[in-house]
């Protein structure tokens, strides 16, 4: 256990109960700052992790880092993500029609309109988006190892319904989603054809459907992270449950599954092909 892996847990917790910071602070009997110090990694003792733990009501263990994490809130989760890809060396992923990391900037404006137009709730649409950017702001910075594996259905829908799939828009904003979406999906063949250091992608062609999830290693363990939530989802979306974990049994699973996929998976040439066949068959232009 790390103080700073407690104090990131704190976070994402506290984020995934909807309570702001000076409630919680409130009910325990601290102060606002003390709180955000708890977070930051300082000492905490565990009669406090006791108490954070019964009103975040999840496990005092899993608090401390022990054994699973369970998020319901896309807010909650990506702040948890970002905080363990901020760590990680090498990121293998069965990812969204997109590697969100990779996605350019008008990506992110289109995203910001769509959600601006479908959440009342002001705070909580800019905590989420700030979460994104920083997110991309360290893959930025750090440059880890990135692999992913795109699903050619999961594209194939992308294309037809455009960024954020599942947020209400007018017509007009929608068709221009749609061209979005085929931009990103161009900018993925570029990337595939220029083959940049460290980064690869692969389609999956002949599979129906695969649970999203992420394997991210760091100089000592690495994490998995199964998300049911697209990066360019609501955060108010309620549509599943993610998880974090660093259990052995979850991610040598889920790595003999990855690695298994990946092989068969279409490479190179062949998936720029591909993907570039299904921009003709689907794309606004």
Known sequence: MRLSEIGQQLRAFRLESGMRADEIAARLGVSRAALYRYEKG???KLDTVQRLAELLKVSPLTL????VEYYSR??????RTRQVEEEADQILQIADPVAYLVTSPEYDQLLSRAISRQTEDKRLMEQHLAILTARKESYRVRRPTMITMLNE???ERFLTRGVGE???MPDELRVEARRV???EIENIVGMIEAEPIGLQFSLLADVDSTTNCMLMRGRE???LAINPFRCDTSPAATTGVSL???APEAVNAHQRVIEALWRESVKGRDAAERLRSLLAQHAIR
């Open 153 to 155: 259905l999961t594209i």
């Open 181 to 183: 979406a085929a931009q």
């Open 244 to 246: 974090v974990t660093s």
């Open 42 to 44: 300082e000492v905490i």
């Open 64 to 67: 401390l880092g022990i054994g």
């Open 166 to 168: 599942s947020i209400p």
């Open 221 to 223: 363990r690495m994490m």
């Open 74 to 79: 896309p807010l909650s989760f990506f702040e």
